[in-house]
């Protein structure tokens, strides 16, 4: 038990969503996985899932806010919304795994 709780405590979140997108065959599961490495990745693949914090998704969101879509303009709220929401899903799921104990993110 002692070594299982070192190895979670050691997982980053890409680890975490390498394991998580292969269990979703829904229509939307090849976007969300799209969405996570274009989006998410970059920002929060690298960091141990236990360690992120609900300043580091805000920290995220707020990127977001300011990154530029395929047509040069703004990402839409509603996209960065969606995004969001897909890394509360992954940490549902991690809890879920016993990964994690509790979910950084909060969606409003």
């Known amino acids: 038990m002692l070594h299982q709780k070192k190895l979670n405590d050691s997982l980053t979140l890409d680890e975490v969503a390498l394991k998580?997108?292969?269990t979703k065959t829904n229509?939307?599961?090849k976007r969300n996985e799209a969405k996570y490495k274009n989006h998410i990745s970059p920002t929060l693949g690298k960091m141990k899932i236990s360690k992120i914090t609900q300043d580091d998704v805000q920290i995220l969101s707020n990127e977001l806010s300011k990154k530029k879509n395929i047509r040069g303009g703004l990402l839409n709220p509603r996209t960065v919304k969606d995004i969001i929401e897909n890394l509360r899903v992954i940490f549902n799921w991690a809890?879920?795994?016993n990964y994690i104990n509790k979910n950084p993110v909060i969606v409003k």
């Open 20 to 22: 998580y997108h292969p």
């Open 27 to 29: 229509p939307e599961a």
């Open 95 to 97: 809890i879920e795994q």
